[in-house]
């Protein structure tokens, strides 16, 4: 057993933390600096992007189990001194995500006209979001590949190293589009192709990375079906759990739609603003990720119970800031949205809520990355599809019933306290610390 000063663990979280976060925001800015660009093109390029770029937003949720799962078997394994089964874990996850790239782009591609049809959008802006798509799916593999990256090195504990990478691709990204939409007159598929290189240029530095990192990336082969089998159960589980969670928050937003106009505004204005400040509290739950994978991989049940602690800690002081800050600035941070009077006033409606939710979302986001560190999926599965039935019942009846927007926003804080409970007793308990990441 390792005794691991709290002092040490805490500036241990924060150096995991810290570069986790700044590498979740550098994707929302990829973004911003695309739609720049498409807006200097034109309105219909523009709003062309933004209904694409919505449909693919659903790869990164689907296929998300290619990082937690990586992170978290990379981690068990360095935990154990095992750099030969970490890099073979690397490797198998690697072959799944080309696998399932390649089979994603050939969909993506095909279908992407009816893919942008089912958005019902105004005929404009068919062409050009089908010609976007199918550009980005030439890079689709390469973006499984990329998450696969991400979570090897979250599993070693490094998390700068992928926020060097991902700040190369952006700014190779931004390069690229001022060359191929400015200089070549290539217009929105300029933007696209400017994406899909920043996309290999990632997965090339990864490849090479992984390698100096001391993960043996040869001499594995395929995967056994013991090892696909352990793959599929985890991949199931986490998309599952992924999937009930969007699904949740869907029937959420679309009882807001049902309501009227205003209601669907200022539900989407606090929305965003969860979403963006959800990043910071993200970066907790990937340091908690590598911390338990780590301590459960050396077998050291104490000091994964320690640093589940420690780590809650900062989840609740975390979320109890966040909440403070959204309560000062609501008339600030809501009128960077909107300045429609009437929605202003439906957002007061539920701002506080949605506010003070973080002083739960917060241990919650932690908790899940404590979760998945332990490999302990198929509980996260359970009770983020029962959390996710029980938010989007309440929605729906209360849509039916003519509540406002503040009934929406009590039933997304139902679905995280279920979260929350079933969290804190799994942490108090035992059967967490028993889990087990195949290799």
């Not at 700014?171 to 589009?177: G, K, S, Y």
Request: proline share 3%.
């Amino acid at each position: 057993m390792t005794e691991v000063p709290s002092v040490s663990r805490h500036r241990r979280i924060l150096a995991l933390a810290v570069p986790a976060v700044a590498t979740l925001v550098a994707d929302p800015l990829l973004g911003a600096v695309d739609t720049a660009v498409a807006g200097r093109i034109g309105a219909t390029e523009l709003g062309a992007l933004g209904l694409a770029v919505g449909a693919l937003t659903a790869l990164t949720w689907i296929f998300n189990f290619l990082v937690i799962g990586t992170t978290t078997t990379v981690a068990h394994a360095i935990g154990r001194g095992d750099h030969e089964a970490a890099g073979r874990r690397v490797v198998h996850a690697a072959v799944a995500a080309l696998a399932i790239g390649v089979v994603a782009a050939v969909v993506l591609g095909v279908g992407a006209p009816w893919l942008i049809r089912l958005f019902q959008p105004v005929p404009e802006l068919v062409a050009p979001a089908v010609d976007y798509l199918r550009v980005r799916a030439v890079g689709v593999p390469f973006l499984l590949l990329g998450y696969v990256g991400h979570g090897a090195f979250r599993g070693v504990a490094d998390t700068r190293t992928p926020l060097l990478v991902v700040i190369g691709a952006n700014v190779l990204n931004a390069a690229l589009d001022i060359v191929l939409v400015f200089g070549f007159g290539f217009g929105l598929e300029g933007i696209a192709w400017a994406t899909v290189a920043a996309e290999v240029v990632a997965v090339v530095l990864f490849a090479f990375l992984i390698a100096r990192a001391g993960l043996p990336l040869t001499g594995h082969g395929i995967p056994n079906s013991v090892q696909i089998n352990a793959l599929v159960i985890v991949s199931r589980d986490l998309v599952m759990r992924t999937g009930g969670l969007l699904l949740g928050f869907l029937a959420i937003t679309a009882a807001a739609a049902r309501t009227d106009a205003v209601t669907a505004a200022a539900h989407q204005v606090i929305w965003q603003v969860y979403l963006l400040v959800s990043f910071l509290m993200d970066g907790f739950a990937i340091a908690a990720q590598a911390m338990i994978g780590k301590a459960l991989g050396a077998g050291d049940e104490d000091e994964a119970r320690a640093a589940g602690n420690d780590l809650l800690r900062w989840g609740m002081g975390g979320g109890a800031v966040l909440a403070v800050l959204l309560l000062v600035g609501q008339s600030v941070i809501a009128g960077v949205f909107t300045t429609n009077t009437a929605v202003l006033a439906t957002i007061g409606t539920a701002w506080w809520l949605a506010s003070i939710g973080h002083v739960i979302g917060g241990p919650v986001f932690v908790l899940d990355g404590v979760m998945m560190g332990a490999a302990d999926y198929g509980y996260l599965r359970t009770w983020t599809v029962v959390a996710a039935v029980i938010g989007g019942v309440l929605a729906q009846v209360g849509a039916s019933l003519g509540a406002g927007l503040l009934w929406f926003w009590i039933a997304a804080e139902i679905m995280m306290v279920v979260r929350g409970v079933s969290l804190l007793l799994r942490l108090r308990g035992r059967a967490w610390l028993q889990g087990t990441a195949a290799a």
